[in-house]
């Protein structure tokens, strides 16, 4: 099953922060957090293992509660370049690492 | 160090024709995917492989068939297109559990 972000999408201004969430109805072991532009690849911004740890990327970090089967990305002070859609991965606990995508958010950071 | 090829970046074809799609790595990764790309559905996959020789089903695996003959290799095949197969088609390989994909540039194909 695919994972559910909120929100599907967001307008910022330059400077202003955003959270981005991801929920799974199943047991996680891992949360995947891309972002891509239009027209490009996905790319790689972090991955959080299961044990609720929390990861940071100059201003772009992510939290993962495992008992809620959750992640959140935070974006601080958020720029131009921010902009793009953001999707969130997830793997469940047994077998091999298949990464099931959402449906993305889409991030607008306008002047 | 090109990473993630896929091969063609664009290509139409007609109802009921078939094609392959190429993927190629160079980082040795023994994971690698097929995703494909909708509007508002994100990426879905497709079928993955985890090693060398090993195929197994996405979550859309139906018209679609994959071969990892060489660990570096990952194919895609539609034996006969279908309009609703008009999507943009994405490659990405792992090292492993936990690790990060890499992806490729995308195929868009368009079916008519």
């Known amino acids: 099953q695919q994972p559910v972000q909120s929100p599907q999408a967001v307008i910022l201004r330059e400077g202003e922060d955003a959270v981005i969430n991801c929920s799974s109805s199943k047991a996680l072991y891992s949360v995947h957090w891309y972002r891509q532009k239009h027209g490009e690849a996905p790319v790689f911004l972090m991955i959080?293992?299961?044990?609720?740890e929390q990861k940071g990327h100059d201003k772009i970090s992510a939290s993962f509660n495992e008992k809620k089967q959750q992640s959140s990305l935070y974006l601080t002070a958020s720029q131009l370049s921010y902009s793009g859609t953001y999707f969130c991965?997830?793997?469940?606990?047994?077998?091999?690492?298949?990464?099931?995508f959402g449906t993305g958010t889409k991030l607008q950071v306008i002047p | 160090n090109a990473g993630v090829t896929q091969t063609p970046k664009f290509r139409v074809l007609k109802t009921g024709q078939s094609m392959t799609l190429l993927c190629a790595q160079d980082?040795?990764?023994?994971?690698m995917y097929w995703y494909r790309q909708d509007p508002g559905m994100g990426l879905r996959l497709i079928h993955y492989?985890?090693?060398?020789?090993?195929?197994a089903k996405g979550e859309v695996p139906d018209g679609y068939n994959v071969s990892r003959l060489k660990k570096q290799n990952f194919l895609l095949g539609l034996e006969s297109a279908a309009p609703s197969q008009t999507s943009v088609y994405f490659c990405a390989s792992s090292q492993g559990r936990g690790s990060e994909a890499f992806f490729g540039q995308g195929t868009r194909l368009t079916v008519v």
């Open positions: 991965g997830t793997s469940n606990s047994g077998g091999y690492q298949k990464v099931t």
């Open positions: 492989s985890v090693g060398e020789g090993t195929t």
């Open positions: 959080l293992l299961k044990g609720g």
């Open positions: 980082m040795n990764h023994e994971y």
